[in-house]
């Protein structure tokens, strides 16, 4: 069944409505991941949410995640995190995110992932990264008013 509902998830993974962050207008880069942050915490995936907050901000701080065209996949691997977990969040304003294409971001997807899990990292990313290129993916993602509706759209048949 685990692989089942891994097939049928837009992301490869299910996505958990504590995990769904819906930001206010005029959110900063830093209130939204440290609201991702405390929103992947909650879901018990991670130890150490110190360490966890640590580690999201100091890879952010080497090179933005926000990868253009709306989107930012900040992500990190550690020890602490004792199973793979995405948290979502989403700005029908825009964040403004230093991104590559000097975008606003209005979809964040925070990776929090256990250390020695390359190959599943970026067999999620891979999923990610289709599924924000399906055509009007993101519009439906950013028009969502309630968590439910995100996770809705997140768990359904990706295909």
Request: proline share 3%; glycine share 8%.
């Amino acid at each position: 069944m685990k692989g089942l509902l891994l097939e049928m998830s837009a992301f490869g993974i299910e996505i958990q409505e504590e995990a769904v962050c819906l930001f206010s207008e005029g959110v900063s880069k830093h209130d939204a991941l440290t609201q991702l942050v405390e929103s992947v915490c909650s879901t018990g995936a991670v130890s150490d949410a110190s360490a966890f907050s640590k580690a999201v901000f100091e890879r952010e701080s080497v090179m933005s995640t926000g990868i253009g065209s709306g989107v930012a996949i900040p992500h990190v691997r550690i020890d602490e995190v004792r199973l793979p977990a995405v948290g979502v969040g989403v700005s029908r304003d825009g964040i403004g995110y230093d991104t590559l294409d000097n975008e606003p971001v209005y979809i964040v997807v925070l990776f929090a992932m256990p250390s020695g899990s390359q190959k599943q990292y970026l067999s999620l990313l891979a999923q990610v990264m289709l599924a924000m290129k399906r055509p009007d993916f993101t519009d439906e993602l950013r028009a969502c008013t309630t968590r439910k509706e995100v996770v809705d759209i997140l768990n359904a048949d990706g295909q």
